[in-house]
């Protein structure tokens, strides 16, 4: 069992660019969620996917979208990138019938 | 609404000695409760979850803690601390129904263990 895999692990945008992460989950699961967990604070709620649409959000602004596939992997899509979404994202699968997530490595978006 | 406090940003022990890093929580409705390690640079690993069974709930590494619905608090201890805990450690609570496995976290305690 891979577990929940994110890609890509370290990325570097420029201010105002556009950015996608990727995130496969583990075998079973059918749920993704996705957390922002900027330096030295615990990791906040962006928004849930499950059979491929957003079913929760977080206080986040319209500028993080989502998507869920088929195959139950998702993407996390931040427009006009702020300094301030410098961040690790991370990734948790999980289904309905499980009381806890699973979560990625992460991706580490430095802004610049 | 849910809440999640973690009391002391930093705790710091001496190997062998006993571990206690302190949560309480915020919630109208009852409570899953969950406590997640977080080594550098990696993501997040689950140490041990309470849903409702058992008010002392045992993890892995050692660890446990124990529910206390009087006190809201759902502390996590180890009798005895090894170099290796040296860590992030961030308590977390959801939702029994409807939450969606939504996790409201702490700010985490970052625990150093010295010789």
């Known amino acids: 069992d891979a577990g929940v895999t994110q890609s890509p692990t370290h990325l570097i945008k420029t201010r105002g660019q556009q950015v996608t992460l990727r995130c496969s989950p583990k075998?079973?699961?059918?749920?993704v969620s996705w957390y922002q967990q900027a330096l030295g604070q615990g990791p906040q709620f962006i928004f849930q996917?499950?059979?491929?649409?957003?079913?929760q959000r977080g206080n986040f602004p319209d500028r993080f979208s989502g998507h869920q596939f088929p195959n139950y992997s998702s993407e996390l899509n931040v427009n006009a990138l702020l300094l301030g979404d410098s961040a690790l994202y991370l990734c948790?699968?999980?289904?309905?019938?499980?009381?806890?997530?699973?979560f990625g490595q992460g991706t580490r978006l430095t802004v610049v | 609404a849910q809440s999640v406090t973690q009391l002391g940003s930093h705790v710091s022990v001496s190997e062998g000695a006993l571990v206690l890093l302190r949560c309480n929580y915020s919630s109208s409705v009852p409570p899953y409760l969950f406590w997640y390690v977080q080594y550098p640079n990696q993501g997040l690993q689950l140490l041990l979850k309470y849903t409702s069974a058992a008010t002392l709930v045992k993890g892995i590494n050692g660890f446990e803690a124990e529910f206390k619905k009087s006190e809201t608090s759902f502390h996590l201890t180890k009798p005895s601390a090894h170099m290796s805990d040296a860590a992030e450690y961030f308590c977390a609570v959801s939702r029994r129904s409807g939450g969606y496995n939504k996790l409201i976290f702490g700010a985490g305690t970052r625990l150093a263990v010295h010789p």
């Open positions: 075998s079973g699961h059918d749920t």
């Open positions: 996917y499950y059979e491929e649409e957003e079913r």
């Open positions: 948790a699968s999980s289904s309905d019938s499980i009381t806890e997530a699973f």
